[in-house]
T-cell receptor
């Protein structure tokens, strides 16, 4: 079964609203989680590295004020897309570091902004 | 910077055909190499990995060998099935606990 769970798996929101995606590590603590984005027919691109108890490290070109990442506990990281617009529609997927040397990916979340 | 290049699809094969998806990488040192698979409408699954030169990763009939001299990690399967239809991503990570850098993905369609 899945060791990293994302919720929701699919979400539709109206333009201008904010939407939160959760990434949970099941049965293990993850001090580090990663958030990726995949546009249609493209590869996955790292958005940010989330470290428990500290600010996330964003990749170049990713707006930190638009994509808020919170890693408040050892089993949960959240990605909030603020003031979402149709161009933010994408597949968002997280991964969590287990045992210091293994990365597990979540099932991903499909966001559609209408 | 580090990067991954793989053959772009889509690739269409008949069932039981031989599959090769080429992948080459650019990185300093000795990265770990991965193949991930994404079935339609689903998330990512790790298919196989290799962590050092000459290692062979294998799973579900798929194989890939870490070739340091050619900086390659080609994916092969001797006989594909319809259920193998998916997008395959070659990827690397500088360490086992670092971010993963993905190639562009190769879409595979297997027809009966």
């Amino acid at each position: 079964g899945a060791v990293v769970s994302q919720h929701p798996s699919r979400v539709i929101c109206k333009s201008g609203t904010s939407v939160k995606i959760e990434c949970r590590s099941l049965d293990f603590q993850a001090t580090t989680m990663f958030w990726y984005r995949q546009f249609p027919k493209q590869s996955l691109m790292l958005m940010a590295t989330s470290n428990e108890g500290s600010k996330a490290t964003y990749e170049q070109g990713v707006e930190k004020d638009k994509f808020l990442i919170n890693h408040a506990s050892l089993t949960l990281s959240t990605l909030t897309v603020t003031s979402a617009h149709p161009e933010d529609s994408s597949f968002y997927i997280c991964s969590a570091l287990f045992g210091g040397n293994t990365i597990y990916f979540g099932e991903g979340s499909w966001l559609t902004v209408v | 910077g580090d990067s991954v290049t793989q053959m772009e699809g889509p690739v269409t094969l008949s069932e039981e055909a031989f599959l090769t998806i080429n992948c080459t990488y650019t990185a300093t040192g000795y990265p770990s190499l991965f193949w991930y698979v994404q079935y339609p409408g689903e998330g990512l699954q790790l298919l196989l990995k290799a962590t050092k030169a000459d290692d062979k990763g294998s799973n579900k009939g798929f194989e890939a060998t870490y070739r340091k001299e050619t900086t390659s990690f080609h994916l092969e399967k001797g006989s594909v099935q319809v259920s193998d239809s998916a997008v395959y991503f070659c990827a690397l990570s500088k360490t086992s606990y670092d971010k993963v850098i993905f190639g562009p993905g190769t879409s595979l369609s297997v027809i009966p």
